[in-house]
C-alpha cells in the first residue's frame, strides 16, 4: 500500500470541511471512462457523509491514451482560476465524450466565465505547470492509472463501487 507522498492543502481542489475525518482524494483524468462511472458515486459518497468527508481532486490526465484530457484539466483548472472549478470539473464529466476545444469554450461560457481570460490561459498553455504537479505527485506516491484513490493518506486499492468505498471511508472514520 502506497502513501500520498503530497499532503492536501490549500493548493488543492477540495470540497467539504479540511477538518472532515475522511480525506478522500481522487487522481483523475475527464476522459477516463472509469473516472467516468466513479464521478456519480464520489457525488452519492458526497451526499451520504456531508461535513464528514473532505474531497479533493487532483488531476492525472493518460495523454498516451486519451487526445483531450490534458485539455480538458487545462480548462477545469483555467474555470477554477474564476471560481468555477467544481461547475467545470462537473461539466466534463457529464458531458465526457465532448471534451474537444469547441466543447470546452461553449462550457466556459455556460458556466459565465470570462472567456477571452479562458481562450488565452488555454492557448498558452497557463496551467500546465499545475497539471505537471498533480501528475508528479501521482506518480510519487505510486498512481499508475485512473482513477486512483486516497483515504486518509493511504491509497484505497479496492473496488470503487459505492459499498466498497463507503465501507472504505467508514472504516478510516472509525
Known sequence: MS???LPVSERDHIQGPMT???????????????????????KELQQRLGDRLCFAFRNFPLTQIHQHAQQAAEAAEAAGAQNKFWEMHDTLFEHQRALDDKHLKEY??????????????????????RLREDLLSGARSGVNGTPTFFINGERYDGSYDLVSLLSAIEDAAA
Open 3 to 5: 502513501d500520498l507522498t
Open 20 to 42: 472532515a475525518p475522511v480525506t478522500l482524494v481522487e487522481y483523475g483524468d475527464y476522459q477516463c471512462p472509469y473516472c467516468g462511472q466513479a464521478y456519480p458515486i464520489v
Open 108 to 129: 466556459a461560457a455556460k458556466l459565465g466565465l470570462d472567456e477571452s481570460r479562458f481562450s488565452r490561459e488555454m492557448a498558452e498553455h497557463s496551467y500546465a505547470v
